[in-house]
């Protein structure tokens, strides 16, 4: 099995921004370059960005972890725990959790995805 190798993910191409549909604020633009998915789909891993604004979030059914690349942003958790995360911040998001964030800075992370 060949590894994958994104060489910069910082400055990576990530294709074309659309909409970001969950966003509640602003006209929200989201990119994402998917660098790999798992054969059986459940766990996949990649580059995404995001502009500034606020969207709502829920991790129906998935974990994540994210790096954050660059870019600040707020999050805010339902039970209202708030954080802040920039550059260097690691998030795990359980399944089940929900939470709005509030992007200050276009935000670039990296992640990954793992379906039950």
């Not at 074309?16 to 998915?37: C, H, I, M, V």
């Amino acid at each position: 099995m060949k590894s994958i190798v994104v060489p910069d993910a910082i400055t990576a191409d990530l294709g074309p921004y659309a909409a970001k549909p969950t966003s509640t604020s602003g006209e929200q633009q989201e990119a994402t370059l998917r660098a790999w998915t798992s054969a059986d789909g459940r766990t996949s891993a990649g580059v995404w960005e995001c502009t500034p604004g606020t969207f709502t979030a829920v991790r129906d059914g998935y974990h994540e972890v994210c790096q954050i690349l660059s870019g600040r942003a707020t999050i805010v958790s339902r039970d209202g725990t708030t954080k802040e995360v920039g550059p260097g911040s690691t998030l795990v998001m359980p399944a089940g959790w929900q939470g709005e964030w509030h992007v200050h800075e276009t935000v670039r992370k990296t992640y990954v995805t793992t379906r039950l």
